[in-house]
């Protein structure tokens, strides 16, 4: 069974950081692109960051440029986000996606792109 499985998500400051991973069972995920989205409450899912199959390419929300670093260990077929400088709006609930097939530049965060979806890990920045 195809399955992606986030981990690492709980309460942190405002300024704190976070490493949130994204493991795969069932398949390998060097031939997949992977990206974050997160879902804030009563907002629209809305991507993050994502990743080429071989990690030579990288995107990032205008949001987060600067302060989160996506990055892959296909040895150990898993996906990291490293979240800095963490705000209160980074609260939300976050998934990782896998698409075999390569995106254009235009549908890098579009949900419907991805074929795979983990069931999210929860982050909470607050004081």
């Known amino acids: 069974q195809l399955q992606l499985v986030e981990s690492g998500g709980g309460l942190v400051q405002p300024g704190g950081s976070l490493r949130l991973s994204c493991a795969a069972s069932g398949f390998t995920l060097d031939y997949y692109a992977i990206g974050w989205f997160r879902q804030a409450p009563g907002k629209e899912r809305e991507g993050v960051s994502c990743?080429?199959?071989?990690?030579?390419?990288?995107n990032y929300a205008d949001s987060v440029k600067g302060r989160f670093t996506i990055a892959r260990d296909n040895a150990k077929n898993t996906v990291y986000l490293q979240m800095n400088s963490l705000k209160p709006e980074d609260t939300a609930v976050y998934y990782c996606?896998?698409?075999?097939?390569?995106?254009?530049?235009?549908?890098?965060?579009?949900?419907?792109?991805?074929?795979?979806w983990g069931q999210g890990t929860q982050v909470n920045v607050s004081s």
């Open positions: 996606a896998a698409v075999l097939n390569p995106l254009p530049k235009g549908l890098l965060f579009n949900r419907a792109s991805y074929d795979y």
């Open positions: 990743i080429s199959s071989r990690g030579g390419s990288t």
